[in-house]
């Protein structure tokens, strides 16, 4: 079977998307909200994303979506990253690490790998950079899974520009059986 070519991206049209239309309809896709948490120099670092997606079982690869303005472009796509999926308890570290600093926010961390991993969430993985794609505004960071974990928390949630949580979550289901 042959794969199509890549479609080019046609020219926006400046009068659907003026006033943020596209943003706002993009808004209507309900996510899980994560932290991308990284070594920078000495310190750790993370940015608040949710354009985070699973790719690959075989092999284990996922794939998260950087702002080119972002701090963290200079970094994740040449080292090792995890990414934390965040409870719903922890809106505050989401917002803390969108920029919105709190000074009542102190993350505590843990090391995995030599990469730091937040000390309490949803899930997590370790990875490292398998590829790096420009698309746009944004690059591509496409990484394979090193490590992994998950708890039996609520996850929190990010639909129409609010964080959200579900009051109907089932119960967690062993992978195992």
Not at 143 to 172: E, H, K, N, T, Y
């Amino acid at each position: 079977m042959t794969m199509p070519s890549a479609v080019e991206p046609k020219a926006p049209n400046k009068d659907e998307h003026s006033g943020g239309l596209l943003h706002h309809c993009l808004g209507h896709f309900a996510t899980g909200v994560t932290i991308v948490s990284y070594r920078a120099g000495e310190g750790t670092r993370g940015l608040t994303i949710n354009s985070f997606t699973a790719v690959s079982l075989d092999p284990p690869l996922i794939l998260i979506c950087l702002d080119k303005r972002s701090n963290a472009i200079e970094v994740v796509p040449y080292s090792g990253f995890a990414i934390n999926v965040l409870g719903s308890d922890q809106k505050d570290l989401a917002m803390h690490f969108s920029g919105r600093k709190r000074a009542s926010v102190a993350p505590q961390w843990r090391d995995v790998g030599g990469v730091p991993l937040l000390s309490s969430n949803l899930a997590w993985l370790r990875c490292e950079p398998a590829s790096v794609h420009d698309a746009g505004d944004h690059t591509i960071v496409v990484g394979q899974v090193m490590d992994f974990g998950a708890s039996g928390r609520d996850p929190l949630c990010f639909f129409r520009g609010q964080f959200l949580q579900f009051d109907d979550i089932p119960s967690p289901v062993d992978p195992k059986n």
